[in-house]
Each structure stands twice: as structure tokens, then as C-alpha cells.
């Protein structure tokens, strides 16, 4: 990522986390919707997707999803922001681990993430792309602490 893609990171970024909650939830529930299966890894399983958007443990985890971002968004552009960003995101995968959660489904959620961001930021392919960098980056540092089955490495 060079300048001009943090100075877009940082832009855009004013739009989700003015609603965090709302927006991590509507990440949260687009992912749900579409791969129903990953709902089995989450404290609030037991409660149906239509539910979601008012249950209190998702709304709550919206918003921590919502809030690693913007700690790692925060650090962009600060000294030493590559190993902050690699400090939070292997905490979160890290944390993870004995949920089990299969690369194939954070791969999946990174494709809800970038479109959700892309539709609720209104960003042109440029945006897009910068967006695309930092995901990346981030997906790299969680890979690097778990196998393909979610075990830590």
C-alpha cells in the first residue's frame, strides 16, 4: 500500500465506522445469508438469521469486527503501522484458532467484506483496489498463524 491507498483507506472508511455496529452487522448478515454454514461458529447459532440484526451477542460482535478495523485503519500511515496491523490481525487469528474456522471461510467473508465496503462506501475501482490491498495484507497475517483447517500453525 503506498500513500494515496491509506489517504483512500482513511477517506472512505469515515462512512462504516460512523454506524459501527450497523455496519458489521450488515457485513455479519450478508456472510450469513450467503454461507448459512459459518453461522455453526458463532456464540448466537441458535438464533434464526432473521433474528440476527437485533440479538445483542451479534450486535456486539458487529461491532468489535467494525473496531479491529478501525484500530488497524488508525495505525495506517503511523510509524511502525505494517507490524501494529500484524500485531492486531494475528491476535484476532489467534483468537479464532479453537473455533476452527477454515481459510475457505475467511476467504469467503473477505468477499462480503469487500463487497459490502464497496456498495456502502460507494467506491470506484481505484477505491476498490486499495481496499483490496489492505484486506490482502490482512488476510496474509492470518494465514500465517493457522493451516487450512483453522489449526494454528
Keep these: 500500500m503506498n500513500s494515496d491507498d491509506v489517504q483512500i483507506i482513511k477517506k472512505t472508511w469515515e462512512i462504516p465506522v460512523s454506524t459501527p455496529t450497523d455496519s458489521g452487522a450488515t457485513i455479519l448478515t450478508t456472510f450469513f445469508n450467503r454461507y448459512p454454514s459459518n453461522l455453526e461458529k458463532f456464540s448466537f ?15 456486539a460482535h458487529a461491532s468489535r469486527i467494525i473496531r479491529v478495523f478501525d484500530e488497524s485503519i488508525q495505525a495506517l500511515g503511523q510509524d ?16 479464532h484458532i479453537p473455533r476452527k474456522i477454515s481459510k475457505e471461510s475467511y476467504n469467503q467473508l473477505k468477499e462480503v467484506i469487500l463487497e459490502v465496503l464497496t456498495a456502502a ?27 487450512d483447517d483453522g489449526d494454528a500453525i
Excluded at 50 to 58: D, I, Q
Excluded at 80 to 94: F, N, P, R, S
Design 45 to 59: 447459532r441458535d438464533v434464526p438469521l432473521a433474528e440476527l440484526p437485533t440479538n445483542s451477542r451479534f450486535r
Design 80 to 95: 511502525g503501522d505494517l507490524e501494529k496491523i500484524g500485531e492486531i490481525w494475528t491476535k484476532v487469528a489467534t483468537n
Design 121 to 147: 462506501c460507494s467506491l470506484n475501482e481505484s477505491q476498490a483496489q486499495s481496499w483490496a490491498k489492505l484486506v490482502d495484507h490482512v488476510y496474509v497475517i492470518i494465514f500465517k498463524a493457522i493451516n
